[in-house]
C-alpha cells in the first residue's frame, strides 16, 4: 500500500525555524508533483507549496513565499518544506501530497489534482 509519511513537525517559538521531510514508501514518486498542504482548526485545507518532478521549478502561496522552501531528493525519495521566520498564524497540521503530472514542470496547487496524502504532522508556533 502506498503510504506518504511525514516527519519534522513539532513546537517551536515565533521566528524560529522547522524542516519537514516526507518520505513515500510503497513506490517512487519521482515522476509525481510533490506538494505541501496545511489545515489550521476550522479552517480549510489550504495549498502551502509545490515542486514539480523535476525538482526545477516550485511555487509558494503568497502567505509563506520568502519565508518557506521546497525541494526534493529523488535519489533519496524525499521531499523536504524548509520553514524559517514562523508565525503564529503558522500553526496547522501539515499534509504532504503526490500528484501525478502529464508535464515535469507542472506545479499543481489545487488539493484534488493530488492523487496520494500523508496523515500529516502538527507544527505549532507560540509567539
Known amino acids: 500500500q502506498v503510504q506518504l509519511v511525514e516527519s519534522g513537525g513539532g513546537l517551536v517559538q515565533s521566528g524560529g525555524s522547522l524542516r519537514l521531510s516526507c518520505a513515500p514508501s510503497?513506490?517512487?514518486?519521482?515522476?509525481?508533483?510533490m506538494g505541501w498542504f496545511r489545515q489550521a482548526p476550522g479552517k480549510e485545507r489550504e495549498f502551502v507549496a509545490a515542486?514539480?518532478?523535476?525538482?526545477?521549478?516550485?511555487y509558494y502561496a503568497d502567505s509563506v513565499k520568502g519565508r518557506f522552501t521546497i525541494s526534493r531528493d529523488n535519489a533519496k525519495n524525499t521531499v523536504y518544506l524548509q520553514m524559517n521566520s514562523l508565525k503564529p498564524d503558522d500553526t496547522a497540521i501539515y499534509y504532504c501530497?503526490?500528484?501525478?503530472?502529464?508535464?515535469?514542470?507542472?506545479?499543481?496547487?489545487?488539493?484534488?489534482?493530488?492523487?496520494?496524502w500523508g496523515q500529516g504532522t502538527q507544527v505549532t508556533v507560540s509567539s
Open positions: 510503497g513506490r517512487t514518486f519521482s515522476t509525481y508533483a
Open positions: 515542486v514539480s518532478w523535476t525538482a526545477t521549478n516550485t
Open positions: 501530497a503526490a500528484g501525478r503530472t502529464v508535464l515535469p514542470t507542472t506545479l499543481p496547487t489545487l488539493a484534488r489534482s493530488y492523487d496520494f
